[in-house]
């Protein structure tokens, strides 16, 4: 009998807790069909994630089969083997199968599920499972499938006390009281979940690395192993963010200027000493000269000087730095028309293009700001030409309603992804950039900032567990549909009610627009409380110092970002997006408050004029979430008491704040302007 390991994995009894992998089982004749063809199961070889394949599989089968398999021989059952060692593929088939992939393949005995290596097996166990639980016909299981993205990446921005940084979901997984917990089922069950759907890379601790966190490549790094192995059971490469400073914390050097032999000597010896004990660390994540963080700035030298003195360190042990591009002058004037932070990271990182060596990655994130419910892309994509990249996205909700508000976050995903950047051509799009598709790249990939915390639910809201899901199988395979993965995300966690998809599909559909709707209008973002990000303050960052702001006068609001009068940053961009977004006529309306100064009375392609476009939307998006509501309450009795209960709490504070965005930022637009709403409605 094949061994499910239930020691160490095996169903909780808690759907919120097992997320998409609540296995259930599936009727006939599609049971009946299976169970003809999985009594036994061979397994090619022995690792830490061929076995953990095997145990999924297992476990998997028993669950939605109701069968436990017998170790097989031959060509009985199901088989798991890298490509190399079967005659089951054609050497055409094998041909088909790159680095982490897998293919499936039916056949009158069984099933093979073959990887091109064992990392891939795990995905295609995952694969199968889950195309099972949708009841996939065993002739449809066939199929060949190669990840999108070298790295598929996870960063977390825990913090050692167990706060985590833009963390909605409770305390940290891994920490607690300046030390680690060490719940080895918790990161066990939370590595197979990454591994699931195909994330290859975890960052454990927050890039604003303070002392304590320098700890983990010091004190704490016999902890960081035993992490570490629980991690590689699932193919999860493990990470570190570092504290640029730390020759000056731990070592007691008087600097760590990175041309300072000292300095260099330092960290060439501490990757020693790590990688004796890790070797299959992944590398450093780096956040620099960024709000307050160290780095090169301080001794007159620029990124790449910092970045290739810690690669040098880690190249013999073919480890990579991620150097993350989020860099701005944090302490502006607002008085300043000039200087715009959108163009920072630009500025910083492009007269650096080919400069680093070939173990350095750059993190840049989506857009040129942070994260807001709707930007342009940053035009570091397709500007950087010879030089490793990494998108990164950020599934905790820190700007769209910090998993107290529903928001499906994959179509803005999906946006990023398809952009064209016209770097090369039509086509150029983003996904291709950092698919290592378009410009030769060593390492390339996405990464996303975690929404995990310690609730039994995972993510705060389960309805977010979509995200983490979709981020994993967008960045998987970047052509996915984003209603075709909502739906499979519904099927795999709550069931085949056709009631329960459709209302749940309709609910993440319409939640992005709906948030954008009412809160900050046509690309302008913020708009928030300071520091927190959460709830309306149309002013909240007006005269700060950070470079967010709106510019909202009695005339008009929007950042003039265009190149005759602006701060340039329409400039940017390769001639088919500059000039659509240096133009007001031609720029997308989603964004025209990002890169123009507009007038309250500008007619939109709507017809409406902006000021009544504002508190349309505003009422609108109101509406939408108190429909939400409605539409969830219709699913009483169809899902679990417990599952259904926490959403509509969730659903119940998504509808009194979506109206207290409505009324303050209408009621701020009517006082500013003076002019009332053409529908005669109530505004404070």
Known sequence: MLSKNLTEIGKEGNPAYECWLNYRPVEAPIAEAYKALCRFVHVSGSSPVLNSAASELALGLESILGILPEKGQGYDGITLTTAEKTDLLTPSEKDQILPEGFMIRHHPQGFVIAGKDDRGILYGVFAFLRLLQLKTAPEAMNRVENPANMLRMVNHWDNIDGSVERGYAGKSIYFRNNQFIMDVKRLRDYARLLASVGINAVVINNVNVHYHETLLIDRYLPDVVKVAEIFRLYGVTLYLSINYSSPIQLGGLDNADPLDPTVQAWWCEKARQIYQQIPDLGGFLVKADSENRPGPFTYGRNHADGANMLAKA?????????????????????????????????????????????????????????????????????????????????????????????????????????????????????KKIVGGKLFPQKYCGVAAVSNIGDDMNWTGHILAQANLYGYGRLIWDTSI???????????????????????????????????????????????????????????????????????????????????????????????????????????????????????????????????????????????????????????????????FEHVLARLEIQVKDAAEWRDVVNSYFFRKTGIPDEKGRKIF
């Open 314 to 430: 880690l190249e013999p042990f073919g480890g990579i730095v991620i150097w993350r591009c989020f860099v701005y002058n944090c302490r502006q004037d607002w008085r300043d028309r000039v200087t715009d932070r959108a163009n920072a990271a630009y500025d910083n990182f492009m007269p650096l293009d080919g400069k680093f060596m070939d173990n350095v990655v750059l993190q840049i994130k989506n857009g040129p700001m942070d994260f807001q419910v709707r930007e342009p892309v940053s035009p570091l994509f397709g500007g950087l030409r010879h030089t490793n990249q990494v998108l990164e996205l950020q599934i905790t909700q820190e700007y769209t309603g910090q998993q107290k508000h529903v928001c499906y976050l994959i179509p803005m995903w999906k946006e990023v992804l398809d952009f064209d950047t016209h770097a090369d051509g039509s086509g150029s799009t983003v």
């Open 481 to 643: 549909d984003s209603t075709a993965l909502a739906e499979e995300w519904i099927r795999l966690t709550f069931g085949e009610s056709q009631k329960v998809k459709q209302i749940i599909t309709e609910i993440l559909m319409n939640s992005w627009p709906a948030y954008e709707n009412y809160t900050s209008p046509l690309g302008i973002g913020w708009m928030v409380n300071p520091n927190h990000h959460y709830g309306p303050s149309v002013d909240g960052y007006e005269y700060s110092a950070w470079g967010t702001y709106h510019r909202a006068d009695r005339f008009g609001i929007g950042v003039d970002r265009t190149v005759q009068n602006g701060t340039g940053n329409a400039g940017r961009y390769y001639p088919e997006n500059a000039q659509r977004y240096n133009s007001m006529e031609n720029c997308p309306e989603e964004l025209l408050l990002f890169f123009h100064h507009v007038s309250y009375d500008y007619r939109l392609k709507s017809g409406k004029t902006l000021i009544q476009h504002i508190y349309d939307t505003h009422f609108e998006g109101a509406r939408q979430a108190e429909q939400f509501k409605a539409q969830w309450l219709e699913l009483k009795g169809l899902i679990d008491e417990e599952r």
